[in-house]
């Protein structure tokens, strides 16, 4: 079992920063991928950031590149999304996830959720 906990979600102006933060409990080192996804009222979740725990490597939608970084603290196990240049259409609840199956990083793979943290970003 793994448990998250997701915090720093708030409500910004367009072109603001927020950093969230994952603290990760349980048995966390089963977990072999790491990320964060969203999901905007009325919209699926999408996936916008993840990474792969052994190889470090990270995956970011198209739609944040440049703006988001994924990182992770294995001694505080954290998992941190920086997020800069914010804009509206970033709104929407923000989840961790944790992959222990093994297999792509891709969201059907990911079997731990934490509850969410909300963003709002206003124009």
């Known amino acids: 079992q793994v448990q998250l906990a997701e915090s720093g979600g708030d409500s910004v102006q367009a072109g603001g920063s927020l950093r969230l933060t994952c603290v990760v409990s349980?048995?966390?080192?089963?977990?072999?991928?790491m990320g964060w996804f969203r999901q905007a009222p009325g919209m699926e979740r999408e996936k916008v950031a993840t990474m792969s725990t052994r190889s470090s490597m990270t995956y970011y939608a198209d739609s944040v590149k440049d703006r988001f970084t994924i990182t992770q603290h294995n001694a505080k196990n954290s998992l941190y999304l920086q997020m800069n240049s914010l804009k509206p259409e970033d709104s929407a609840m923000y989840y961790c996830?944790?992959?222990?199956?093994?297999?792509?990083?891709?969201?059907?793979?990911?079997?731990?959720w934490g509850q969410g943290t909300q963003v709002t970003v206003s124009s």
């Open positions: 996830a944790a992959q222990t199956l093994g297999g792509p990083c891709e969201i059907y793979n990911f079997g731990y």
């Open positions: 349980g048995n966390a080192a089963n977990a072999n991928c």
